[in-house]
């Protein structure tokens, strides 16, 4: 049972089709204008029914003014990080510092060796996403002149200038579920982002949340550093998910993913420009308004 304090974030989840290549960019502007904090879109740059997310990040970042973005979650092994690095660093800027970077180790293993990428076991995918880590942060690291040598076993810089700094502290968040994962979040992540389909319950949360924590604390890290994301499906009508029916009956589950989980972002799956609204302009208030009050009675 952790809350860990951090403001509330709520997100809109976008399918990148280019079937109608308009359609992503105006739900992403729909979300800004319920109010939302943050819109993403799934990477998968094997897919040829996609856009390319990285171009419509910043497509979108020309077309919206607020709203903060994100992958959810992009495609390590088919994006260089010496170079995703500079790239979203310069997006960021370009953006007035609205870019959060979501990573992912990688999956769909044939399809990224079918464009080039290189194949990797699953433990594999996980080392090189810590090494690319560290070649990220190098680039975005001005405080220093010396050049970037960085002499690791999937990613090597040898003598990278370092720059462009972000205009903002970008998060790095990543999709984790595996125990090597976790613990690579805990140690060097700014964000957990898992989707709560792919969870076998709430219980997976709380096991997650302690795998975090305990490597937040290994690493010398306050594990409050560590902030928790969940992609969460939803429904306007009757069912049987969690977000299901009229939305007042969305806040109290939200609420209890806040102050009994750590979750502090709630990033909706879905292109129902109806339920994006509704998400924005409803629940996010209320639940934002019923975490207040039970965070200040909690504090007296």
Do not use: C
């Not at 405080?143 to 002499?151: G, M, Q, W, Y």
């Not at 560590?226 to 969460?232: G, K, P």
């Amino acid at each position: 049972m952790t809350d860990y304090g951090h403001d509330l974030l709520f997100g809109s989840f976008i399918t990148p089709t280019n079937a109608a290549p308009q359609r992503a960019v105006e739900l992403a502007q729909l979300s800004e204008r319920a109010g939302l904090d943050l819109v993403t879109f799934q990477d998968h740059p094997y897919q040829p029914a996609f856009l390319d997310t990285w171009t419509l990040l910043g497509y979108v970042a020309a077309r919206t003014e607020r709203i903060r973005l994100a992958g959810n979650v992009l495609n390590l092994p088919l994006r260089p990080p010496a170079v995703l690095a500079r790239a979203a660093a310069s997006l960021d800027r370009l953006s007035g510092g609205r870019l959060e970077l979501g990573l992912g180790a990688g999956g769909f293993w044939d399809a990224i060796a079918a464009m080039g990428g290189r194949r990797l076991t699953p433990g594999q995918s996980v080392d090189a996403l810590s090494e690319a880590i560290d070649v990220i942060r190098g680039i975005w690291d001005t405080s220093t002149r010396d050049r970037l040598v960085l002499d690791g076993t999937y990613y090597r810089v040898d003598g990278a200038k370092r720059g462009p700094a972000p205009a903002h502290d970008i998060g790095i968040w990543l999709g984790a579920y595996k125990p090597r994962m976790l613990r690579l979040t805990g140690a060097k992540a700014d964000g957990w982002l898992p989707s709560l389909p792919y969870l076998a319950g709430l219980q997976d949360l709380a096991r997650g949340n302690a795998v975090i924590d305990d490597a937040a604390a290994a690493a010398g890290r306050d594990p409050r550093a560590v902030r928790r994301l969940l992609n969460v499906g939803g429904t306007t009508k009757d069912g049987h998910r969690l977000l299901a029916g009229a939305p007042a009956q969305w806040v109290e589950p939200l609420a209890a993913l806040t102050l009994e989980h750590g979750v502090s972002g709630f990033i909706l799956m879905g292109d129902d420009p109806g339920v994006v609204e509704v998400f924005g302009q409803e629940v996010a208030p209320a639940v934002r308004e019923l975490v207040a009050a039970e965070r200040a009675a909690a504090a007296r």
